[in-house]
């Protein structure tokens, strides 16, 4: 199928710039149907799972398919939110704040949010900037840590759109901020109000989404990135080594998966006597399943039940100031050349510098 036609072309015209604002994606609604319409797209990308497809078809069509939609909905029915799914809700607001924070910064830019499963579509995203004359597009996927199954795959479905566009549009893709400085600084000072309102933990445990083990031998960066993401926001949180560590959850199957796991690291915590526990996903941009069922609801289950005391799950950045600054600043960067703003740039680069100052505990 065609992409929608650009509207007619007018020489001298100047070129509109948009941001794609990219997150993985979530099912319309919380419902056996709806659930196995989005992990058929999700589970049916050769990104996510790399299993030959005479193998993977049959057993996600004949048994997945079958079995595990009325279980996930029923967890997405746990996190709903009368506006919609949380992922959805967050990424929406995001892209809505980043335009406005890039205008603030003279980067007047068009901001959509796509999903890469579900709607909004990456599609149909770049369908309508389309139809509003947008040549120049930067691509921003909310992953921090770069994964093939996850920053690659958006790449993919970016390339499969330029396939059926007439004119293809210029683009920039960022492909990981995992180490950037602004960046750690909003996940830092995110901790450090949650230990003002609530108090702090013997331990922060920072978990990370997994992937196979595989994945790592084959050259895959993003174990390394989250060690180094984990490692950093020690450091900003002046964090001794004894009183945080990293973990991986959301398994799936059998094959060996990136370790420690988040749900055996919080029972070894409870049985060597650990009794608090803060927990943070530093991997993902906004709130979703993975976070507020799986760690938020589940994790505290496991912790408790194995003799911890207290457990509090620190939410994502989702549209903290600090957050959406660094996310602006990032794509202002990325940004040159096709948007000039040297003055706002001065001024974004002085909070970006502020903002991590105050994550490290130092005074303006």
């Avoid at 040549?135 to 790449?155: D, E, K």
């Avoid at 989250?226 to 799936?252: D, G, H, N, V």
Wanted: glycine share 8%.
């Amino acid at each position: 199928m065609p992409a929608s036609p650009a509207p007619p072309y007018r020489h001298g015209q100047a070129s509109p710039v948009g941001v794609l604002l990219a997150n993985l994606g979530t099912p319309d609604a919380p419902t056996p149907a709806a659930l196995r319409r989005y992990l058929a797209e999700f589970l049916g990308d050769p990104r996510v799972v790399e299993i030959p497809r005479l193998v993977w078809w049959p057993i996600l069509h004949g048994i997945i398919l079958r079995t595990r939609p009325a279980r996930s909905a029923r967890k997405y029915a746990s996190i709903w939110l009368p506006e919609g799914s949380p992922l959805a809700v967050w990424t929406d607001k995001q892209a809505k704040l980043l335009q406005g924070y890039l205008g603030e910064r003279g980067c007047m830019v068009s901001v959509r949010p796509a999903m890469r499963y579900g709607q909004p579509s990456i599609a149909s995203a770049l369908d309508a900037f389309a139809a509003e004359g947008v040549r120049r597009i930067l691509v921003l996927p909310a992953y921090p840590q770069y994964s093939g199954a996850t920053t690659a795959s958006t790449f993919d479905a970016v390339a499969a759109w330029g396939q059926r566009a007439r004119w293809v549009p210029e683009f920039r893709f960022i492909h990981q901020y995992h180490d950037d400085p602004a960046h750690i600084a909003a996940l830092a000072a995110s901790v450090r109000a949650h230990w003002q309102r609530e108090g702090r933990g013997d331990v922060l445990v920072m978990s990370f989404h997994g992937m196979p083990e595989r994945t790592l031998k084959l050259g895959d960066p993003y174990h390394c990135q989250c060690q180094k993401t984990a490692r950093l926001l020690a450091e900003a949180l002046q964090l001794a080594p004894a009183q945080w560590r990293i973990s991986f959850q959301s398994r799936f199957g059998r094959a060996r998966w990136l370790g420690p796991a988040t749900d055996a690291s919080l029972r070894e915590l409870a049985a060597a006597g650990t009794k608090r526990v803060d927990v943070i996903c530093p991997g993902f941009a906004a709130d979703c399943l993975e976070t507020l069922e799986e760690i938020a609801q589940e994790g505290r289950e496991t912790f408790l039940h194995a003799g911890g005391r207290e457990y509090r799950y620190i939410p994502c950045l989702n549209d903290d100031p600090a957050g959406m600054a660094a996310l602006a600043e990032l794509a202002r960067r990325h940004l040159s050349g096709w948007v000039d703003a040297p003055a706002a740039a001065g001024a974004a680069d002085r909070e970006a510098q502020r903002q991590r100052a105050l994550a490290l505990g130092a005074s303006d």
